[in-house]
């Protein structure tokens, strides 16, 4: 493990410390996940339009049909917009670190390999995103699944695109 640790830190400016980056980027993501579970609310909501009670008993309403999915996630991944833009916030701070923390920036101008400074300012921050936009994948294939599952196939609109 401690050699991936070493590994990693090639990735980064010289000085920031690795546990905090991966740390703060953790706790981003779990917040922009906890909000999108905006569907669960907006889907149960659509779920409960497909019913009325009769008798004590939930009752399928003839003809309904549940919201289109689409309708459905606007909305709901503004946490992953808020993370992605922060990692471009937090591209710009690794590059100013070499100024004003580590002091390192004339070496890194002054090393053979020219890709050395933009990698160890982006590398961290394109990885956040493209996790980011994985989550997000992720995501709404779950919440489609949910969807498709837990709504009544005859309550299925046509038009699901």
Same mark, same amino acid.
């Given at each position: 493990?401690?050699?991936?640790?070493?590994?990693?830190?090639?990735?980064?400016?010289?000085?920031?410390?690795?546990?905090?980056?991966? !740390?703060?980027?953790?706790?981003?993501?779990?917040?922009? !996940?906890?909000?999108?579970?905006?569907?669960?609310?907006?889907? +149960?909501?659509?779920?409960?339009?497909?019913?009325?009670?009769?008798?004590?008993?939930?009752?399928?309403?003839?003809?309904?049909?549940?919201?289109?999915?689409? !309708?459905?996630?606007?909305?709901?991944?503004?946490?992953?917009?808020?993370?992605?833009?922060?990692?471009?916030?937090?591209?710009?701070?690794?590059?100013?670190?070499?100024?004003?923390? +580590?002091? +390192?920036?004339?070496?890194?101008?002054?090393?053979?390999?020219?890709?050395?400074?933009?990698?160890?300012?982006?590398?961290?921050?394109?990885?956040?995103?493209?996790? +980011?936009?994985?989550?997000?994948?992720?995501?709404?294939?779950?919440?489609?699944?949910?969807?498709?599952?837990?709504?009544?196939?005859?309550?299925?609109?046509?038009?699901?695109?």
């Amino acid at each position: 493990m401690a050699k991936r640790k070493t590994d990693m830190k090639r990735y980064l400016p010289l000085g920031v410390p690795m546990d905090k980056v991966l !740390s703060y980027f953790g706790l981003g993501l779990i917040a922009a !996940s906890l909000v999108s579970l905006q569907f669960v609310a907006r889907y +149960s909501k659509a779920l409960d339009a497909l019913y009325y009670w009769q008798n004590k008993k939930r009752v399928l309403r003839p003809g309904a049909v549940i919201t289109p999915f689409f !309708s459905l996630i606007p909305g709901i991944y503004w946490g992953f917009y808020v993370l992605m833009a922060a990692m471009a916030v937090v591209a710009v701070g690794f590059y100013f670190w070499h100024y004003h923390q +580590s002091r +390192s920036i004339y070496t890194m101008r002054r090393l053979p390999h020219a890709e050395e400074l933009p990698r160890r300012c982006l590398a961290a921050p394109l990885a956040g995103v493209i996790l +980011s936009l994985l989550t997000m994948a992720i995501l709404t294939a779950l919440y489609y699944l949910i969807y498709r599952c837990a709504t009544p196939a005859q309550c299925l609109n046509p038009q699901l695109w």
